[in-house]
C-alpha cells in the first residue's frame, strides 16, 4: 500500500471518480434449499446487479429487495426503474471524491433505500478500490474475521434438529430460527430441550400483533438471545409495550431503515439490539450512523443478510467488521445456499468465523464473468 493512499490516487487528483458508465442486471440463481418465512417461500434468489465503471476501475454491489414486496414495499421491477430513469442517469458521467458526494443524487427521493444502497455500496468499492485498500479500512472496522450463525428457515421439527446439529458441528455461532403463527412455541421448546445452552434466537418477520403478547411471554421463557421483528414492519411504537412485557431483548430488523429510526426506537425502548443490513437501509453512510447511535444507547448491533449472492455477502463481512457488531451475524457459507456463486472466491465461514475478503482492495471478490452470463436475466448498459 502506498504510503499515503489518498494523495496517491487518480480519481482523488482529479476532482473525484468519474463513473463513466454502469452496467444494471437481473440475476437469478436458484437455492439448494427453499427458504420459508412467515411472508412466503423463496425457491430462487432473484436480485438486480450494478457495476459501476470509470478511471479503469469497477464498483459492484447487489440490491437487496425481492421481486414482490414481501419483507419491504421495494421490489426488484420498481428498483429497476427507478435506477434506470432517475438515479443511474443523474449519476454517470460525473465526478464523486467520496461516496459522501453521492447524498444530493440520493437524498430528495423519498424510500427506495434499497435501489440507493445499491449505487451508494457499489461506489464504496469504486472509492476503496481508487485508494488502494479494502473496503473494510475504508469503512474503519476492525476486524480480521466475522463471527457468524445460521437463519434456519420454517421447517418441521425433526428438519429443524437436524439442520442445528450440521450448524453446530460447522461450529456456527448462534442459530436462528424462523417463526410464525402456528410455528413458534412448539419448536422452540424441541429445540430448546435438545440444546439447552446453544444462543438461540427466533425471527417473525413481523408475523405478530399485540394480541399475541401471550405466545410472545411463552417464548420468553426459552433463554432466547433476542425476538426479532415480533411486529409489524412500520410500528416502532407497539414493539415498546411488547419490549416492556418481556426479559428477551427484542431486535428491530424491518423496523430500522433510517439512523433516525434507530434513535427513536432505542429512545422508546422498543428494542435492545438492532439487525443492519447496509442494502436495506441506504447504504454504508446510513449503515455506519445506525451502528454508531446503536453503540452510543449501549445497544449491540449485528449484520442481518437477505441470502445475497457473493457480492453482497463481500458487502455485508466488510461492514460487519465495525467495532460494535458484536453478535454474531447472518453471512454463512455461500455453499449453504447456492450449487455456485457468481464470484470466483469462495465465502466459507470456519468454526463460525468468515474470514474478510481480501483478493485485492475495495470488496475483496471478482465476479465469475463466465457464470454470471449464464445466470442473468436481463442486462442494460448506461453510459455507453
Ligand atoms: O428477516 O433476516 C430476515 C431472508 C430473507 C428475508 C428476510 C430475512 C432473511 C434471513 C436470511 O433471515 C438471512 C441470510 O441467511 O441471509
Ligand atoms: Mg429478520
Redesign the pocket.
Known sequence: MPENPIASSAGALRGGILIEAAELRIVSLPLLTP?V?STGT?TCKTFPLLVLKGEGLQGVAEAVMDPTPD?LEETVPGAIAFLRDVLLPSIVGKRFASPYELEPYLVPWRGHRMAKAVVEMAFWDMWSKSLGIPLKTALGGVREHVDVGV?LGIATIEKTLDRIEEALADGYKRT?LKIAQGHDVRIVEAVRNRHPEIKLTV?A?TDYGLADLPVLRALDEFNLDYI??PLAFDDIHDHAQVQAALKTAICL?ESIRSASDTRKALEARAARVI?IKVGRVGGFAAARAIHDISAAFGAPVWC?????AGIGRAHNIHLATLANFTKPG?T?SASRYFERDIINEPLEAKNGEMPVPENGPGIGVTLDREFLETVTDHVEEFGT
Open positions: 427458504f418465512i423463496m419483507y437463519s436462528k425471527d418477520n426479532e421483528q430488523d439487525n442481518g443478510g437477505m441470502l445475497e447472518d454463512s
